[in-house]
């Protein structure tokens, strides 16, 4: 089944506690990218990334670090936790750059940082 | 100015009545393109419904139909004879030329409208 895959789907922590939320797609898919969802601002871009090695920023990416090390796999990681990074988190990808391509979303990761 | 404005936060539909979800975008762009997404309470991000700039047809997806109105930069999402799974919020978003958005395929979203579909 095609999709985009992310771990953990809940995760609380505390700040300063490094961690990392990964993705993945089997699409085969040039495009992936992260968003961050909080309540009355909708959805806004972390980073992205339009193949392997490429990464570029968002409009949101500060705390944030990503790579791009496989076509598949576009892990975010959060060096150092603040309770201002608790939010609902989604991976996306769509299938070229370029184009108007649907992209298609992820589960979502509810992450609480304490 | 908001590139997406959705100006009803929270709208109630009888079921099996139809609803209009509106949407306002601003782009200085000529090539660009619209997407609605569902969200149920579970949380994940449902595709819904695509309209590109340059198509001359609204595009519409078994309930779904978009009323697009390119001078007045709208794109409202059409919900026919309503169910009760239809409660959900809904994301209008926007897709710009690689030009103008310096690369990357960005969605910008609206703030969303909270749907409920009522007995």
């Known amino acids: 089944e095609a999709q985009v895959t992310q771990n953990p789907r809940y995760l609380i922590t505390v700040t300063g506690k490094k961690l990392t939320v990964t993705c993945s797609q089997n699409m085969n898919h040039e495009y992936m990218s992260w968003y961050r969802q909080d309540p009355g601002l909708g959805l806004r871009q972390i980073y992205y990334s339009m193949n392997v090695e490429v990464t570029d920023k968002g409009d949101v990416p500060e705390g944030y670090k990503v790579s791009r090390k496989e076509k598949r796999n576009f892990p975010l990681i959060l060096e150092s936790p603040s309770p201002n990074q608790t939010s609902l988190y989604f991976c996306?990808?769509?299938?070229?750059?370029?184009?108007?391509?649907?992209?298609?979303f992820g589960p979502g990761t509810r992450l609480t940082v304490l | 100015a908001q590139k997406i404005t959705q100006t009803q936060p929270g709208m109630f539909v009888q079921e099996k009545e139809a609803v209009t979800l509106d949407c306002t975008y601003d782009?200085?762009?000529?090539?660009?393109?619209l997407f609605w997404y569902k969200q149920p309470s579970s949380g994940e991000m449902i595709f819904l419904i695509y309209q590109g700039s340059y198509d001359e047809q609204n595009a519409t997806e078994g309930r779904y139909s978009l009323n697009f109105q390119k001078a007045r930069k709208s794109a409202n999402l059409v919900i026919s004879a309503s169910q009760l799974g239809d409660s959900a919020m809904y994301f209008c978003a926007m897709r710009e030329s690689i030009i103008l958005t310096g690369g990357g395929n960005k969605l910008t979203f609206g703030t969303g409208t909270q749907l409920k579909v009522e007995l």
């Open positions: 782009t200085s762009d000529q090539s660009y393109g």
């Open positions: 996306a990808s769509s299938l070229s750059t370029g184009g108007m391509d649907t992209q298609y």
